[in-house]
């Protein structure tokens, strides 16, 4: 059955109303302008993230007289820095905003280059993670003022497939390859080309991005009157997207109070352990397995590049990846051999970029008024980086003996919880969504000719939300 919504209008509505040719039309459109440029930041975004675990086995900690444990360290002060400044950075027109991030974050990359010493490894690291942290929730809410609620998961989907082309091609595969045969060119050593020229890429692009991020979709040039005048009747009747909202603090205690928030938070939280502790300790684990440097970093490329192809072929319901993710991480655990645990990395790698384009969709979609979908979103990562915190803090050379095994089962573990997770957060909403249809067959909701102030406060709680599982 098509979800239904309460319209401005008093009348219930389908996602088959706003299937038209002309509306099909629309979102071409939109995701022309939206997607590759978006895609294209997050993809350099995580690039100058990750890129740090190339410039390791490049021989960055050995130049910088930087230990293990310190490594460690380094790594994790990025994420804290992106949890105190994961801010809901939605209120900013996107146009000026999102590009400037990207200029901030590839002039600190670039940095990463120069740096001469570990105290300057660990500033510079703290930096990027507060340059980077506005991104992902600003581009989140772009979607929702763009799209219809079930129209953003494949978006996000496609958005998020940038960090594991960003590991093919980028950081950790063929560019890393490439650029750390430039050593000694310059005076300068292969890892620090691998910050300097991949910053300077990300400073390029987003001079660029200044001309073709959009703004609101109330201002937004590339579309004519008429077709914005669509896109707000497709807004209106499915979310509370088109509507001006007044920031109100009531909204930020409904997200605060509100257990499917804290829900899509902790789904995260385990997926992001594993995400991060895998993309910036693969080149690392790979090695560990008996190959060269070189081999390692090129051997990335099959693993990112099946996690792409995961992405984008994957289906919202397949939310619960970590079975795939969990077997990755089982042939790790259970395999001796070089072939046997490079096949349990392919799985890992599909399971976990799949999981987590598919969980980070949730509250945009389920998440209503404006400012409480803000909220949820910057919380789910924020929480959930945290989760990123303590995975490269236990992938840590003391618990590296039998290749990673005590992080294996703790990632194992993490798995387990953001699974359970997401079966109560199903659970819930199905559930939910079959009352609530019960109620209307009933003629028990409450009159659908709700105002439009009575129909934002009660955003996800109107008797005629539905919830996208």
Same mark, same amino acid.
Request: glycine fraction near 8%; charged fraction near 15%.
């Given at each position: 059955?098509?979800?239904?919504?309460?319209?401005?209008?008093?009348?219930?509505?389908?996602?088959?109303?706003?299937?038209?040719?002309? +509306?099909?039309?629309?979102?071409?459109?939109? +995701?022309?302008?939206?997607?590759?440029?978006?895609?294209?930041?997050?993809?350099?975004?995580?690039?100058?993230?990750?890129?740090?675990?190339?410039?390791?086995?490049?021989?960055?900690?050995?130049?910088? /007289?930087?230990?293990?444990?310190?490594?460690?360290?380094?790594?994790?002060?990025?994420?804290?820095?992106?949890?105190? %400044?994961?801010?809901?950075?939605?209120?900013? +027109?996107?146009?000026?905003?999102?590009?400037?991030?990207?200029?901030?974050?590839?002039? &600190?990359?670039?940095?990463?280059?120069?740096?001469?010493?570990?105290?300057?490894?660990?500033?510079?690291?703290?930096?990027? *993670?507060?340059?980077?942290?506005?991104?992902?929730?600003?581009?989140?809410?772009?979607?929702?003022?763009?799209?219809?609620? /079930?129209?953003?998961?494949?978006?996000?989907?496609?958005?998020?497939?940038?960090?594991?082309?960003?590991?093919? %091609?980028? *950081?950790?595969?063929?560019?890393?390859?490439?650029?750390?045969?430039?050593?000694?060119?310059?005076?300068?050593?292969?890892?620090?080309?691998? %910050?300097?020229?991949?910053?300077?890429?990300?400073?390029?692009?987003?001079?660029? =991005?200044?001309?073709?991020?959009?703004?609101?979709?109330?201002?937004?040039?590339?579309?004519?009157?008429?077709?914005?005048?669509?896109?707000?009747?497709?807004?209106? =009747?499915?979310?509370? =997207?088109?509507?001006?909202?007044? %920031?109100?603090?009531?909204?930020?205690?409904?997200?605060?109070?509100?257990?499917? &928030?804290?829900?899509? =938070?902790?789904?995260? /939280?385990?997926?992001?352990?594993?995400?991060?502790?895998?993309?910036?300790?693969?080149?690392?684990?790979?090695?560990?397995?008996?190959?060269?440097?070189?081999?390692?970093?090129?051997?990335?490329?099959?693993?990112n590049s099946l996690a792409a192809i995961s992405i984008w072929s994957g289906s919202p319901q397949n939310i619960i990846q970590g079975r795939r993710l969990s077997l990755g991480y089982i042939i790790l655990l259970t395999t001796k051999t070089a072939g046997a645990q490079y096949?349990? &990395?392919?799985?890992?790698?599909?399971?976990?970029?799949?999981?987590?384009?598919?969980?980070?969709?949730?509250?945009?979609?389920?998440?209503?008024?404006?400012?409480?979908?803000?909220?949820?979103?910057?919380?789910?990562?924020?929480? *959930?980086?945290?989760?990123?915190?303590?995975?490269?803090?236990?992938?840590?050379?003391?618990?590296?003996?039998?290749?990673?095994?005590?992080? /294996?089962?703790?990632?194992?573990?993490?798995?387990?919880?953001?699974?359970?997770?997401?079966?109560?957060?199903?659970?819930?909403?199905?559930?939910?969504?079959?009352?609530?249809?019960a109620a209307a067959r009933e003629g028990k909701e409450v009159d659908v000719k709700t105002t439009v102030e009575e129909r934002q406060r009660l955003g996800d709680r109107h008797p005629n939300y539905r919830y996208v599982t």
């Amino acid at each position: 059955m098509s979800p239904t919504v309460a319209s401005e209008k008093g009348s219930d509505t389908t996602i088959d109303d706003f299937d038209t040719l002309e +509306d099909r039309a629309l979102v071409r459109k939109i +995701d022309l302008r939206l997607i590759p440029i978006l895609t294209l930041l997050y993809l350099l975004s995580f690039l100058d993230r990750t890129n740090i675990g190339n410039a390791k086995i490049l021989g960055l900690t050995t130049d910088l /007289h930087v230990s293990p444990p310190e490594y460690n360290t380094a790594l994790a002060l990025y994420f804290v820095a992106y949890v105190i %400044f994961e801010v809901p950075a939605n209120r900013f +027109d996107p146009q000026i905003w999102l590009p400037t991030l990207t200029l901030l974050w590839g002039i &600190v990359s670039i940095c990463q280059g120069l740096v001469v010493n570990k105290a300057g490894l660990f500033g510079i690291r703290f930096l990027l *993670g507060a340059a980077e942290a506005g991104l992902f929730p600003g581009v989140i809410y772009v979607f929702s003022v763009y799209y219809r609620r /079930h129209e953003r998961s494949w978006r996000v989907a496609i958005f998020f497939g940038g960090a594991a082309l960003a590991g093919a %091609f980028g *950081g950790k595969g063929i560019l890393a390859y490439a650029i750390g045969k430039m050593d000694g060119v310059g005076g300068r050593k292969g890892w620090e080309w691998i %910050f300097i020229l991949e910053g300077i890429l990300t400073v390029a692009v987003a001079i660029l =991005a200044y001309f073709i991020v959009p703004t609101w979709s109330h201002k937004a040039k590339f579309l004519t009157e008429s077709e914005k005048a669509r896109l707000f009747q497709r807004l209106n =009747a499915d979310s509370d =997207a088109a509507l001006i909202e007044k %920031f109100e603090w009531v909204y930020v205690k409904q997200a605060l109070t509100d257990h499917l &928030v804290w829900g899509y =938070a902790m789904l995260f /939280h385990g997926f992001a352990f594993v995400l991060y502790s895998l993309s910036l300790f693969l080149p690392t684990i790979i090695a560990g397995l008996g190959f060269q440097s070189w081999q390692a970093q090129l051997m990335t490329v099959p693993p990112n590049s099946l996690a792409a192809i995961s992405i984008w072929s994957g289906s919202p319901q397949n939310i619960i990846q970590g079975r795939r993710l969990s077997l990755g991480y089982i042939i790790l655990l259970t395999t001796k051999t070089a072939g046997a645990q490079y096949v349990g &990395v392919l799985f890992a790698a599909a399971g976990v970029y799949t999981g987590n384009a598919l969980l980070l969709s949730w509250p945009g979609e389920n998440v209503s008024a404006q400012t409480k979908r803000a909220i949820a979103v910057a919380m789910q990562i924020t929480i *959930g980086d945290i989760g990123a915190i303590a995975g490269v803090l236990i992938y840590r050379p003391n618990f590296s003996a039998h290749r990673f095994r005590k992080p /294996h089962i703790i990632a194992i573990g993490y798995l387990t919880f953001s699974a359970l997770v997401t079966v109560y957060l199903y659970t819930w909403m199905t559930r939910e969504n079959r009352k609530r249809d019960a109620a209307a067959r009933e003629g028990k909701e409450v009159d659908v000719k709700t105002t439009v102030e009575e129909r934002q406060r009660l955003g996800d709680r109107h008797p005629n939300y539905r919830y996208v599982t």
